[in-house]
């Protein structure tokens, strides 16, 4: 019998111990510092919406840890710049996660979500929080999308009214989904809405970098009366400005404040506020606050979308009457009288 007993204490105190050891486990792993990835499918320098991306990400990161001095909540972080090619993001972003050295990755582009969705079967633990971006209905990723209806909208509203011709066009690094249904076509009905009868051409560079392809694109659609082009090429924009300078043409941009680029070319900016998302979607994180499997819609109204109207090169570029008729629809789109046309 007093056999027994011992066995039966030294049984307990093994189980004790054990669970003891788990619970200090899983202690220390609730307690780990966050580690974050930032993945930027692009090159950061001279692409605004990469620059504001990483400004956000950082300060989020920065203001948490100036807060909390303990080490053992400290968050890191890490950059990883993809590069232009876009064949090479999913190899580059299936890397990443395969370290398995980040509890979340954030990062900017309609792309993503098609990238990202496969990787979470394969890597079940993997949280990604995405940018400029729109996918429902998975546990691990959680988007935020700007509404570009109204950007576009309005992009292509203001140049159907400064457009002489009637001929607009948007220029495009590539196609992609959001292109191809929301910044084209809402550009082009922003302009035929403003103007009846006004057309819009679509062309398509094929990557992100060429500035001559991008000036020789300009060159051709200006030959056909193309007198405003919204340009979305980041650095094949450069030869869009070369060109728009060359012929006297207008230019409209999304997505940041694009007047200083080419002072009396530049007829528009209607900017995200991408830092400001960026900060707020990893603050949620670090804190538990992120609604996963959703996507988050923000325009206008939100405060994350605002067509630039204090600006001198935009007062000296476009006359008052033209000025007049935006801001009034700018207002309507924020106060909720008007909203922009379904296709």
């Given at each position: ?46 692409s605004p919406t990469y620059e504001h991306l990483t400004a956000g990400t950082m300060k989020a990161i920065d203001d948490y840890n100036q807060k909390n001095q303990d080490p053992e909540k400290k968050v890191k972080l890490y ?95 590539q196609e992609y989904p959001v292109m191809n249904n929301i910044l084209y076509p809402y550009y082009a009905r922003g302009a035929a809405d403003a103007v009846e009868g ?146």
């Amino acid at each position: 019998m007093k056999k027994i007993f011992f066995k039966y204490i030294a049984l307990t105190s093994i189980f004790i111990l054990t669970v003891s050891a788990l619970s200090s486990c899983s202690k220390k792993a609730d307690n780990k510092p966050h580690s974050i990835a930032l993945f930027v499918p692009g090159i950061i320098q001279d692409s605004p919406t990469y620059e504001h991306l990483t400004a956000g990400t950082m300060k989020a990161i920065d203001d948490y840890n100036q807060k909390n001095q303990d080490p053992e909540k400290k968050v890191k972080l890490y950059i990883m710049e993809a590069g232009t090619n876009q064949a090479e993001w999913a190899t580059k972003l299936t890397s990443l996660v395969a370290s398995g050295k980040y509890d979340l990755i954030i990062s900017s582009n309609p792309s993503l979500p098609e990238l990202a969705a496969p990787l979470t079967k394969q890597f079940p633990n993997q949280k990604f929080i995405l940018l400029d971006a729109s996918f429902t209905g998975n546990q691990n990723i959680a988007c935020v999308s700007y509404n570009q209806k109204e950007q576009t909208y309005l992009s292509g509203y203001i140049s159907g009214l400064m457009s002489k011709t009637h001929k607009v066009a948007v220029i495009a690094a590539q196609e992609y989904p959001v292109m191809n249904n929301i910044l084209y076509p809402y550009y082009a009905r922003g302009a035929a809405d403003a103007v009846e009868g006004t057309t819009c051409e679509f062309r398509i560079v094929g990557n992100w970098y060429d500035a001559s392809k991008g000036a020789e694109i300009t060159d051709a659609l200006c030959a056909q009366g193309v007198d405003v082009i919204m340009p979305i090429c980041g650095g094949a924009s450069q030869g869009v400005i070369t060109s728009a300078r060359e012929h006297g043409i207008f230019l409209s941009y999304i997505d940041e404040n694009s007047f200083a680029k080419a002072p009396g070319t530049v007829i528009s900016s209607c900017t995200t506020k991408q830092e400001v998302a960026a900060e707020e979607a990893v603050l949620d994180y670090i804190t538990g606050k992120t609604q996963w499997g959703k996507t988050k819609v923000v325009g206008l109204q939100d405060g994350y979308i605002e067509f630039i109207q204090k600006d001198l090169l935009y007062e000296s570029t476009v006359p008052e009457p033209i000025r007049k008729e935006v801001a009034a629809l700018v207002s309507s789109l924020m106060d909720g009288s008007v909203k922009v046309p379904e296709l």
